[in-house]
């Protein structure tokens, strides 16, 4: 037996065709962002504290090590995070700093420091020269000497003509350089077009980042 035809019709549920909330999923992803937030805050903490340690330890590690490690933070952007450390730092490298002869690290502590505003003799890379007061052939060998001698050069105020030499000495040599396919090679290049001194902080910073990548192991016994 059918039952009568409006029964029929009131027993067909019907469906509501809702336009979809202009919100979407927006709260569910908001939780999930402020959820994400947080860790990445909280791994931001423990970063910075990790990095303030291995500024203040008391170092019986080179001196060369630290140096990096201050060059790294500085040209990554993130020296604002641990202004006080940092100077305390080159405070110490200032005053107890061991010449150990090596290229890279007297002309990266040069650099450091002028930066900083310690007055440091140019008179440091002297020793870099032979008889003739040229610079040292052997030093054509040393492409990290070279670049790291490189930057510090132009920190010379006028009159410093050792400076002044150092920069076309290695200018020529870093140029030879950019010959070999490597990942030093591709540094070398952008120093030659924009060297620290003359680099906007931001690009420098955003260019410099893969730079460290590749570097990061000269850091790591901290």
Known sequence: MSLPAATQRAQVR???????????????????DNQMASVWTEQAKIL?????????????????????????????????????????????????????????????????????????????????????????????????????LYEASY???????????ALEFTKTHLIMATQFGSPLADQVSHALRWPIRRGLPRKESRDYFSIYQQDEADIKPY
């Open 14 to 32: 019907r469906t509501a065709q809702f336009h979809p909330t202009v919100w979407g999923d927006y709260f569910i992803k908001r939780v999930s």
């Open 48 to 148: 910075k504290e990790e990095v303030r340690r291995m500024l203040t330890s008391a170092t019986d590690h080179k001196a060369s090590e630290k140096l990096k490690l201050l060059d790294a933070i500085q040209r990554l952007g993130i020296s604002y995070h641990f202004e006080g450390e940092i100077e305390e730092a080159l405070k110490k490298i200032y005053q107890d700093f061991e010449d150990d002869g090596n290229l890279c690290t007297v002309a990266l502590r040069f650099r450091l420091l002028r930066q900083q505003g310690y007055h440091v003799s140019s008179d440091v890379f002297s020793k870099f020269k032979d008889g003739e007061g040229n610079f040292k052939e052997d030093l054509i060998n040393d492409v990290h000497g070279l670049l790291s």
């Open 155 to 165: 920190l010379s105020v006028q009159g410093e003509d050792i400076l002044d030499e």
